[in-house]
Each structure stands twice: as structure tokens, then as C-alpha cells.
């Protein structure tokens, strides 16, 4: 089993920036494809961004392409999301989560991941 936390959430003003960070516990971080989500105030959680086990495959939603990177250090069982350009809209509580059963690729679907962090709050302000 592993246990995610999350960090690097909080307030800007649209048009600024926040990394996020997702630290896993455990020995076997190589194993997990990660990927982040969020759920905005009153919807349904959907699927940001994800990264293989490897780091090599990234898959991007839609509104987020060019703004969002996500990244990974395996040496420090950690998942990145770096955040530009950010939008009122992307006010939401941000999730990352980790799929042990991953062939190696990337992973979009968010019943397929086996483990989430607890999130952090990003609330960009207009």
C-alpha cells in the first residue's frame, strides 16, 4: 500500500503560478502510474493530468494543455504538477492518485487508480 500527500496548494491571482507535490510513501513508487484530479465546488471530480511509471508518457485534459505540466522524480517518490497561466476556473481541491496495476502507460480513468492523497485546496482569484 502507499500513502499520498499532497502539498503546494493556495491562493493567486489568475495569470500566476503554483507547483503542486504529491510525496508517496513506500519502496515501490516506480510501480504507479500517478496522475492528478480535481473536484471544483458542487461537480464531479474529473482527471487533470497523468504521468507513466516511467515519467516518458504524459496525457494532458483538454483546458489544461499548455498551462499544466505534470512531472515526476522517482528517486524522491514524488509527482509534480507544475500550474501556469491559472484560471478562475481551475479553483478546485486537487488530487493525486496512483494505479499499481498500470501496464506502463498513462492512466485517464479515475476508477482505475487504487490510491489518493487527501488533496489540496488551489484557489485562483480573479
Known amino acids: 500500500q502507499v500513502q499520498l500527500v499532497e502539498s503546494g496548494g493556495g491562493l493567486v491571482q489568475a495569470g500566476g503560478s503554483l507547483r503542486l507535490s504529491c510525496a508517496a510513501s513506500?519502496?515501490?513508487?516506480?510501480?504507479?502510474?500517478m496522475g492528478w484530479f480535481r473536484q471544483a465546488p458542487g461537480k464531479e471530480r474529473e482527471f487533470v493530468a497523468a504521468i507513466s511509471r516511467s515519467g516518458i508518457g504524459t496525457y494532458y485534459e483538454d483546458s489544461v494543455k499548455g498551462r499544466f505540466t505534470i512531472s515526476r522524480d522517482n528517486a524522491k517518490n514524488t509527482v509534480y504538477l507544475q500550474m501556469n497561466s491559472l484560471k478562475p476556473e481551475d479553483t478546485a481541491v486537487y488530487y493525486c492518485a496512483a494505479d499499481r496495476r498500470s501496464d506502463g502507460g498513462v492512466v485517464t480513468t479515475e476508477d482505475l487508480y487504487d490510491y489518493w492523497g487527501q488533496g489540496t485546496q488551489v484557489t485562483v482569484s480573479s
Open positions: 513506500g519502496r515501490t513508487f516506480t510501480s504507479y502510474a
